[in-house]
């Protein structure tokens, strides 16, 4: 078991038809990228580097 504590960071994520607004409170980043593998998957490469759960929420 990892001992180190880590910090939960929630993700805001606005998904539209073409494109996806994401803002990242930890490092106030708003980023906008298109709806397109590429775009997803190198934002999930890059919250994952981050250690940030990569997932969805049902509310």
């Known amino acids: 078991m990892n001992t180190e504590e880590k910090e939960v ?3 805001g994520v606005d998904v539209f038809k073409d494109t996806s607004d994401v803002y990242r409170p ?3 980043v708003n ?3 298109q709806n397109t ?3 997803i998957n190198g934002l999930c ?3 994952k580097k981050k250690n940030v759960l ?3 929420t049902n509310f």
């Open 37 to 39: 593998e590429f775009d």
């Open 45 to 47: 490469k890059v919250l």
């Open 31 to 33: 980023l906008k990228i």
């Open 26 to 28: 930890d490092t106030g």
């Open 9 to 11: 960071v929630f993700v």
């Open 54 to 56: 990569v997932g969805n």
